[in-house]
């Protein structure tokens, strides 16, 4: 018997938008599954990773607070994505305006001024701008494959991150632990509702998601990413430049990852640390392509993935589960999406006989 | 007589659709049989099955008379059965001897195989080197390749596809006289074309398609080329009609000179001082064998690619050779390239946003860089309306037209910007008949409103029922213009062929 995967001629496109529903209802069932395997009542378990993280307000604070760099940056991801550039290290570009902003807001650490916030973000965007650039001009002049160099680039960041807060940064006062200084006040940003979580970043994650959604349907930016990364041919044809694409897209999705990097630390952590780079560069790849590589599909992706961390966080202090169950959801999930879709671009063809005797 | 190979209801689907239905016929020993249809009537798929590349979805193949299923390509080789490929397989880097040890056994000496090579290509007048590389080879001889290493496993049945569509007329000739010879020493031929003199001239039987279904079997000699024609085509063929002949006076509008262009990919074609002159009214038809340049003249032309120097590429009195294709458009020039999908149109974008591609230089479809969908809507519903596009949903994904539909689209979208000067490659390449009437009779249309044209193309018949004046590219070499009721076709053979007053053998020495 004959199984083999056959394109089809038309993909449903509402199976389009529904395959990222199939993915996570099955994804929610094998995690069932798995808690049964460890002897824990499967609904208890599931219940616990993804309900109780929701019952408190402050508990949805946080889960705004952790989706937000996770929107950020899938939504700059997005427009490699749809240019078919492959940016696989937003962890690094993340990481470097974390570092950028960090380093101005250390450096004005007496600082009342009102300039210093907007300096500390625009110094994060710089940074993860600086750090995309690599890649991109790497890929331009000699050809070099973007999704090596980006990959490569991140060890790199996270690496100068931990001699910078050893080295230069370290806190004169810090007893020599691994930490920069606390940042002045007027390098924080806001928080709201008298929440440690809630701070206005999500907002500013949620306008920009807004704004590349105008960006990527209604204006010729979107319109030349589209067909940058669908037909470099007619690319060219339309008169747009691959060299100034890849430039662009990589400058965006570095910016996005950079102010992530900066505002995270500026409302989050306070002080430079080695362990701010926790992964979302990595996630939000995910998070990207489940929310259908647009930006407002990416902002319901990163509330998923960010309650997946909380529910992984719960499981662990609730019901003794390692929070390792938090990357086996993960990686279940953009193995199931990537299943789904598939399936519904193609479909299995089975044939008993070589030649099979239809009507 | 038993046939050598009879086709019993054989059917083929790729999903829902249907690319051969019901298809029976019997290819006779030492006979030369035809398999007409235009493109996309079901042609090569039949083929591909018979070479067991492909599986039927239903009925069956009897060989010698004997039911027998067909696996793979190296069992259809083993029955005796050859098929020379429309492209071929081929590496450029090895010699013709090497390409040739590939499809043999392994422990055969190279000495040994160049001696066949040359026993074979002496018998079978195919002249052909053994020790030159690949690469250095016209089109012409790398077919000869191709047929000697079917030629060396003695095959009963030899499948050709299309096998004049890369050949000059000279070339073209020559293959003849080899496959008359072969049929007459017991060899049946099957011989894939929609040129209907060739198959009246050369084959015995003709079995035509349309649409994957078999319209009728006859014989191609007892029928005229306009009945061939509509069996294959299913409708009356309309003609188009020429306009008044330009006079020399007009202005031009479109010119180069020197143009210069070192080809971007390792094994394309260098562009050498390419001069042409076209003036208002005038359509310039280029030919030329695929292969020789077309490509990169069209990226040249187009400002895809820029050009040596500022004065190479003159619209309308202006240099334009260092500026870009907007730019171009601009100064009211437009494209059409000869790949519709991925390059003229962006397959999973909708017919707005590809209308969008080649007008958001020069339309107000997009301001301060926010698109105006309603605007390109109607800018498609006007192509549309004008030159009868058919598709199967209102502003359908360009990947769902068939690929008529999308050329008539593509030619559309540029008429309707109504340009001064328009550049065009293969503007009917595996459109049909219908279709690359219309489109041709809107290029002379455009050109009797005083646009200036060049078009280019492989196809003799068209370049020369619509051009005022033909050049011929080749090796990147662009011939000089002459009036077209001055130039035979004959003539322009000979310098597809690249060289001019000689025969067509070993012209690509050089």
């Given at each position: 018997?004959?199984?083999?995967?056959?394109?089809?001629?038309?993909?449903?496109?509402?199976?389009?938008?529904l395959s990222p529903v199939i993915a996570v209802s099955v994804t929610v069932i094998i995690v069932g599954f798995i808690f049964v395997g460890m002897g824990i009542d499967p609904f208890v378990g599931l219940k616990t990773y993804f309900i109780t993280p929701l019952a408190k307000l402050s508990s949805i604070y946080e889960l705004l607070a952790k989706a937000s760099p996770l929107v950020l940056i899938a939504v700059?991801l997005?427009?490699?994505?749809?240019?078919?550039?492959?940016?696989?290290?937003a962890e690094?570009?993340y990481?470097?305006?974390?570092?950028?902003?960090?380093?101005?807001?250390?450096?004005?650490?007496?600082?009342?001024?009102?300039?210093?916030?907007?300096?500390?973000?625009?110094?994060?965007?710089?940074?993860?701008?600086?750090?995309?650039?690599?890649?991109?001009?790497?890929?331009?002049?000699?050809?070099?494959?973007?999704?090596?160099?980006?990959?490569?680039?991140?060890?790199?960041?996270?690496?100068?991150?931990?001699?910078?807060?050893?080295?230069?940064?370290?806190?004169?006062?810090?007893?020599?632990?691994?930490?920069?200084?606390?940042?002045?006040?007027?390098?924080?940003?806001?928080t709201?509702f008298?929440s440690y979580s809630f701070h206005?970043g999500i907002?500013?994650s949620l306008?920009?998601a807004?704004?590349?959604?105008?960006?990527?349907?209604?204006?010729?930016?979107?319109?030349?990413?589209?067909?940058?990364?669908?037909?470099?041919?007619?690319?060219?044809?339309?008169?747009?430049?691959?060299?100034?694409?890849?430039?662009?897209?990589?400058?965006?999705?570095?910016?996005?990852?950079?102010?992530a990097g900066?505002m995270e630390?500026?409302a989050r952590t306070?002080?430079?640390?080695?362990t701010i780079p926790l992964g979302y560069g990595f996630t939000a790849i995910i998070v990207a392509f489940l929310g259908r590589?647009?930006p407002i599909g990416a902002v319901f992706a990163g509330l998923l993935l960010a309650l997946s961390y909380m529910g992984g966080e719960e499981v662990q202090v609730k019901l003794q589960v390692p929070s390792d169950l938090t990357g086996v959801l993960q990686g279940l999930l953009l193995f199931l999406l990537l299943g789904c879709?598939?399936?519904?671009?193609?479909?299995?063809?089975?044939?008993?006989?070589?030649?099979?005797?239809?009507? | 007589?038993?046939?050598?190979?009879?086709?019993?209801?054989?059917?083929?689907?790729?999903?829902?659709?249907?690319?051969?239905?019901?298809?029976?016929?019997?290819?006779?020993?030492?006979?030369?049989?035809?398999?007409?249809?235009?493109?996309?009537?079901?042609?090569?798929?039949?083929?591909?099955?018979?070479?067991?590349?492909?599986?039927?979805?239903?009925?069956?193949?009897?060989?010698?008379?004997?039911?027998?299923?067909?696996?793979?390509?190296?069992?259809?080789?083993?029955?005796?059965?050859?098929?020379?490929?429309?492209?071929?397989?081929?590496?450029?880097?090895?010699?013709?001897?090497?390409?040739?040890?590939?499809?043999?056994?392994?422990?055969?000496?190279?000495?040994?195989?160049?001696?066949?090579?040359?026993?074979?290509?002496?018998?079978?007048?195919?002249?052909?080197?053994?020790?030159?590389?690949?690469?250095?080879?016209?089109?012409?001889?790398?077919?000869?390749?191709?047929?000697?290493?079917?030629?060396?496993?003695?095959?009963?049945?030899?499948?050709?596809?299309?096998?004049?569509?890369?050949?000059?007329?000279?070339?073209?000739?020559?293959?003849?006289?080899?496959?008359?010879?072969?049929?007459?020493?017991?060899?049946?031929?099957?011989?894939?074309?929609?040129?209907?003199?060739?198959?009246?001239?050369?084959?015995?039987?003709?079995?035509?398609?349309?649409?994957?279904?078999?319209?009728?079997?006859?014989?191609?000699?007892?029928?005229?080329?306009?009945?061939?024609?509509?069996?294959?085509?299913?409708?009356?063929?309309?003609?188009?009609?020429?306009?008044?002949?330009?006079?020399?006076?007009?202005?031009?509008?479109?010119?180069?000179?020197?143009?210069?262009?070192?080809?971007?990919?390792?094994?394309?074609?260098?562009?050498?001082?390419?001069?042409?002159?076209?003036?208002?009214?005038?359509?310039?038809?280029?030919?030329?064998?695929?292969?020789?340049?077309?490509?990169?003249?069209?990226?040249?032309?187009?400002?895809?690619?820029?050009?040596?120097?500022?004065?190479?590429?003159?619209?309308?009195?202006?240099?334009?050779?260092?500026?870009?294709?907007?730019?171009?458009?601009?100064?009211?020039?437009?494209?059409?390239?000869?790949?519709?999908?991925?390059?003229?149109?962006?397959?999973?974008?909708?017919?707005?946003?590809?209308?969008?591609?080649?007008?958001?230089?020069?339309?107000?479809?997009?301001?301060?860089?926010?698109?105006?969908?309603?605007?390109?809507?109607?800018?498609?519903?006007?192509?549309?309306?004008?030159?009868?596009?058919?598709?199967?949903?209102?502003?359908?994904?360009?990947?769902?037209?068939?690929?008529?539909?999308?050329?008539?689209?593509?030619?559309?979208?540029?008429?309707?910007?109504?340009?001064?000067?328009?550049?065009?490659?293969?503007?009917?390449?595996?459109?049909?008949?219908?279709?690359?009437?219309?489109?041709?009779?809107?290029?002379?249309?455009?050109?009797?409103?005083?646009?200036?044209?060049?078009?280019?193309?492989?196809?003799?018949?068209?370049?020369?029922?619509?051009?005022?004046?033909?050049?011929?590219?080749?090796?990147?070499?662009?011939?000089?213009?002459?009036?077209?009721?001055?130039?035979?076709?004959?003539?322009?053979?000979?310098?597809?062929?690249?060289?001019?007053?000689?025969?067509?053998?070993?012209?690509?020495?050089?």
């Amino acid at each position: 018997m004959f199984m083999r995967l056959e394109a089809r001629s038309e993909p449903s496109p509402i199976m389009t938008y529904l395959s990222p529903v199939i993915a996570v209802s099955v994804t929610v069932i094998i995690v069932g599954f798995i808690f049964v395997g460890m002897g824990i009542d499967p609904f208890v378990g599931l219940k616990t990773y993804f309900i109780t993280p929701l019952a408190k307000l402050s508990s949805i604070y946080e889960l705004l607070a952790k989706a937000s760099p996770l929107v950020l940056i899938a939504v700059g991801l997005i427009f490699c994505f749809r240019a078919n550039i492959w940016n696989i290290g937003a962890e690094g570009q993340y990481t470097l305006g974390a570092i950028f902003g960090g380093w101005v807001a250390v450096s004005f650490h007496e600082s009342e001024s009102m300039l210093l916030l907007p300096a500390v973000l625009l110094a994060g965007v710089v940074g993860g701008m600086l750090w995309a650039a690599i890649p991109a001009l790497l890929k331009i002049y000699f050809k070099a494959n973007e999704i090596l160099t980006s990959l490569m680039l991140t060890p790199v960041a996270v690496l100068l991150l931990d001699y910078l807060v050893r080295g230069p940064l370290r806190d004169p006062d810090g007893y020599n632990m691994p930490e920069s200084r606390f940042f002045p006040d007027a390098a924080i940003l806001p928080t709201l509702f008298n929440s440690y979580s809630f701070h206005i970043g999500i907002f500013v994650s949620l306008l920009v998601a807004i704004l590349a959604t105008v960006l990527l349907y209604k204006a010729m930016l979107g319109y030349k990413v589209d067909v940058s990364g669908s037909a470099p041919r007619a690319a060219r044809f339309g008169g747009f430049s691959s060299i100034r694409m890849t430039i662009i897209v990589f400058l965006i999705s570095g910016a996005c990852a950079g102010l992530a990097g900066t505002m995270e630390v500026s409302a989050r952590t306070g002080q430079l640390i080695p362990t701010i780079p926790l992964g979302y560069g990595f996630t939000a790849i995910i998070v990207a392509f489940l929310g259908r590589r647009n930006p407002i599909g990416a902002v319901f992706a990163g509330l998923l993935l960010a309650l997946s961390y909380m529910g992984g966080e719960e499981v662990q202090v609730k019901l003794q589960v390692p929070s390792d169950l938090t990357g086996v959801l993960q990686g279940l999930l953009l193995f199931l999406l990537l299943g789904c879709d598939t399936l519904i671009n193609h479909r299995f063809v089975f044939s008993r006989k070589e030649i099979a005797h239809e009507s | 007589m038993t046939a050598l190979l009879e086709v019993k209801s054989i059917s083929k689907a790729f999903g829902d659709f249907y690319a051969n239905s019901d298809i029976s016929m019997k290819i006779m020993p030492g006979e030369i049989h035809a398999l007409l249809g235009e493109n996309g009537a079901g042609k090569s798929t039949l083929v591909k099955m018979m070479y067991g590349v492909l599986r039927p979805t239903a009925g069956e193949f009897h060989w010698n008379g004997q039911p027998i299923v067909m696996t793979g390509p190296a069992f259809a080789r083993e029955l005796g059965i050859g098929m020379v490929f429309q492209h071929f397989s081929l590496f450029e880097a090895l010699t013709v001897g090497e390409n040739v040890a590939l499809s043999l056994p392994k422990d055969l000496a190279m000495s040994d195989v160049n001696q066949k090579v040359r026993e074979v290509s002496e018998n079978y007048g195919l002249p052909l080197d053994p020790d030159r590389a690949v690469h250095s080879l016209s089109v012409g001889e790398r077919q000869r390749i191709e047929i000697v290493r079917c030629l060396l496993q003695d095959p009963k049945l030899l499948i050709m596809d299309e096998p004049t569509s890369v050949l000059t007329p000279q070339e073209a000739d020559r293959l003849f006289e080899t496959l008359e010879q072969l049929s007459s020493e017991g060899c049946s031929i099957l011989y894939i074309s929609h040129k209907l003199d060739e198959v009246r001239r050369l084959c015995n039987t003709a079995t035509i398609l349309r649409h994957g279904e078999l319209v009728a079997s006859c014989d191609p000699s007892k029928e005229t080329p306009r009945s061939l024609a509509e069996m294959m085509v299913g409708t009356k063929i309309s003609s188009v009609s020429k306009a008044d002949e330009v006079t020399g006076d007009e202005k031009v509008r479109f010119s180069t000179s020197n143009l210069t262009v070192p080809a971007e990919d390792p094994l394309g074609t260098d562009l050498k001082a390419i001069n042409m002159s076209v003036r208002s009214g005038e359509i310039l038809g280029i030919a030329g064998v695929a292969g020789n340049g077309q490509d990169e003249l069209f990226n040249a032309l187009s400002g895809e690619v820029l050009a040596n120097g500022s004065d190479a590429v003159v619209i309308d009195g202006v240099a334009v050779g260092k500026q870009g294709i907007n730019q171009r458009r601009k100064l009211s020039a437009a494209f059409i390239p000869e790949e519709r999908n991925g390059h003229a149109a962006v397959g999973d974008l909708s017919l707005s946003r590809n209308a969008l591609l080649s007008t958001h230089a020069t339309s107000p479809n997009q301001r301060r860089g926010l698109i105006d969908d309603g605007a390109l809507r109607g800018y498609v519903d006007e192509v549309v309306k004008h030159f009868d596009v058919r598709a199967s949903k209102d502003n359908a994904n360009a990947a769902s037209l068939s690929g008529g539909n999308l050329q008539k689209f593509a030619v559309g979208r540029e008429m309707l910007r109504e340009p001064g000067v328009l550049i065009v490659s293969q503007p009917t390449w595996g459109v049909d008949a219908g279709a690359a009437a219309v489109i041709r009779q809107a290029l002379l249309d455009l050109a009797s409103r005083g646009a200036a044209i060049v078009m280019i193309s492989q196809d003799l018949e068209e370049i020369f029922e619509v051009s005022d004046s033909i050049a011929v590219i080749s090796e990147g070499t662009l011939s000089e213009a002459r009036p077209a009721k001055d130039i035979t076709v004959e003539e322009v053979g000979l310098l597809m062929g690249g060289i001019t007053g000689e025969g067509g053998d070993h012209v690509h020495a050089a």
